[in-house]
C-alpha cells in the first residue's frame, strides 16, 4: 500500500515534519528557477533533521513545469540538474513534468491526467510512477 500526502514545500512545515517521520519517500517538485530552487537550501536542512528520526527516508527532485520548447528543453534540464547536484541530501528523478495546460483543466474537473486524452502527460505521470515506485 502507498500513502502519498501532499504538503506545503520550501519552508519548515509541521506537516512535513510530521509526514516526514513514518515516510518512506520525499519527492520534491521544484520549476528550473532560482526562487524555486533556492528552497532546496531549507528543505536540505530539514532533511537532515528528519533523518535523526528517519534516517532510512529517501529524497527526491522532481523537475516540473519544465519547457515545452525543444530549443531550450536540454540546457533548461543541464542546469536544473546542476543546481541538484550542490544538495548531497536529494536525488533528481529522471522524470520530468513539463508545462501543460491539461494539469491544470483536469483539477477543476476532479480528475486525474491519467484520466484526460493527453497522451504526453500520462507519460509524464506514468514515468513518475514508474520511477518512484520501482524503488520501494
Excluded: W
Aim: with cysteine.
Amino acid at each position: 500500500m502507498h500513502v502519498i500526502v501532499d504538503v506545503a514545500g520550501g519552508r519548515n512545515s509541521r506537516e512535513l515534519i510530521t509526514g516526514s517521520t513514518v515516510a518512506h519517500q520525499i519527492i520534491a517538485p521544484h520549476q528550473c528557477s532560482q526562487l524555486d530552487l533556492d528552497t532546496l537550501i531549507e528543505l536540505q536542512q530539514q532533511l537532515q533533521s528528519i533523518r535523526d528520526l528517519n534516517p532510512e527516508i529517501k529524497a527526491y527532485c522532481y523537475q516540473s513545469m519544465a519547457t515545452n520548447n525543444p530549443v531550450l528543453r536540454e540546457k533548461e534540464r543541464a542546469e536544473f540538474l546542476d543546481f541538484v547536484k550542490k544538495f548531497k541530501e536529494l536525488v533528481p528523478l529522471n522524470s520530468v513534468a513539463h508545462y501543460r495546460k491539461v494539469y491544470r483543466d483536469v483539477m477543476k474537473e476532479g480528475k486525474s491526467v491519467l484520466e484526460s486524452s493527453n497522451e504526453n502527460a500520462k507519460y509524464e505521470v506514468l514515468s513518475l510512477l514508474e520511477e518512484v515506485f520501482k524503488s520501494c
